[in-house]
């Protein structure tokens, strides 16, 4: 099996995703995104590839732009026009921040291939370069617009695979990962460990053993909307059907209905809390327990304990009387989002479903309420 960050990533995000990109091989569609990073990703490549230590000046860089830009996926001239001015902004302050400095990189564009727990690994590292004083940096640019926070930045799945390949094929730990963030031109820097590098090789093979076991779950995420297979997605295709004529329109009229009766109970319930808290306040000034209504119906109010039992306290006063496994119990709620987290095994997940006394899958409904326009 062969994978990379982009595979990876894209599996861990959605794996019915995972399954038409790289196993259906159904092509997406170009953006001015992709094409805008692949420009700068090229043009910044040119900056750097030179015999000498001697940075290139500022119209040089612009006129590497031109000559290697990607005109894919813009709606029209003047959106690529767009994209492309801001592509010179870009590369302009890139330069007043590098040039000063420049060195040349100890590598750049290196294509690595390794093997990680039977997987073949492959990926591309941007730039490696020479720390002054030693060691190495592996540096990665981005064209995202916003900064991440530094704690999603030392769990950066790309930058833990560059440190697994620099250590493999080099031999070597960089001192520095950093992702270049050239929008805002700030670089964010993080570390890795021997033990950052055993649990990426454990988070491969289960990413492998879902993907050779056939699962394709789809996974709803922030990035759906944006998602060139949403005709295809179990989550969006009935939408996409509904718009070429609705295949089923009683079971619309049925869908219909629940939904209704749905926001009809949430409402229901919304005001019953509101109802719950003035009826406690009257119960509680005139010492109440129950109250009638007109019909003899009335509301029983009962005292509910909520509190955390001290575990250890718990156990020291149970267990000398044998009455400790009594009390223990699985949560079924937790082994629920344990399942769906996707993070076990294909078999390990297997048994955790058959050891469940009553092997059967229910499907609840859930209201999914349309997204709303921001204006």
């Known amino acids: ?3 990379s960050y982009s595979s990876i990533n894209t599996y861990e995000t959605c794996p019915a995703k995972f399954q038409f990109q790289y196993e259906d091989r159904v092509p997406g569609r170009p953006s001015p ?4 990073g692949d420009s700068l990703h090229q043009a910044l490549h040119w900056f750097h590839n030179r015999p000498v230590p001697v940075a290139p000046a500022l119209e040089e860089l612009h006129e590497a732009l031109d000559a290697v830009w990607v005109s894919e996926g813009y709606a029209d001239e003047s959106e690529e026009q767009m994209y492309r001015d801001h592509g010179r902004q870009v590369l302009t302050q890139y330069h007043v921040e590098n040039a000063p400095g420049y060195r040349i990189p100890a590598a750049m564009e290196f294509r690595f291939s390794i093997e990680v727990e039977a997987v073949q690994l492959n990926g591309v590292i941007d730039r490696m370069d020479r720390i002054p004083g030693g060691g190495y940096e592996i540096v990665d640019y981005k064209t995202n617009r916003r900064l991440p926070p530094q704690a999603q930045i030392d769990r950066d799945l790309q930058l833990s695979m560059y440190f697994l390949a620099a250590k493999e094929v080099w031999g070597i730990e960089p001192e520095r990962l950093t992702l270049y963030y050239l929008l805002p031109g700030q670089r964010m820097t993080t570390t890795r460990t021997a033990a950052d590098a055993d649990q990426l090789r454990r988070r491969i093979a289960v990413v492998a053993e879902r993907i050779a076991a056939g699962r394709f779950e789809p996974q709803q995420n922030p990035l759906c909307n944006w998602c060139d297979y949403q005709r295809l997605c179990p989550l969006f295709r009935h939408k996409y059907e509904k718009e070429q004529g609705d295949p089923a329109p009683r079971m619309t009229q049925l869908v219909d209905e629940w939904i209704s009766l749905k926001r009809g109970g949430r409402r229901v319930y919304r005001r019953l ?22 019909d003899g119906g009335a509301i029983d109010r009962r005292p509910q304990h909520v509190s955390a039992p001290d575990e250890e306290k718990l156990r020291a006063i149970l267990q000398p009387l044998g009455l400790w496994e009594q009390v223990l119990s699985v949560d079924p709620a ?3 989002q344990l399942i769906e987290s996707r993070k076990l095994p294909p078999d390990v997940e297997d048994a955790v479903l058959a050891s469940r006394e009553e092997v059967r899958t229910q499907h609840a409904l859930y209201l999914k309420e349309p997204a709303r326009t921001r204006r």
Do not use: V
């Open 1 to 3: 099996m062969r994978l």
């Open 334 to 336: 937790k082994i629920n």
């Open 33 to 36: 995104a992709l094409s805008f």
């Open 273 to 294: 809390d509101e109802l719950a808290g003035d009826i406690n306040a009257f119960c509680e000034e005139h010492g109440y327990r129950r109250l009638f209504g007109t």
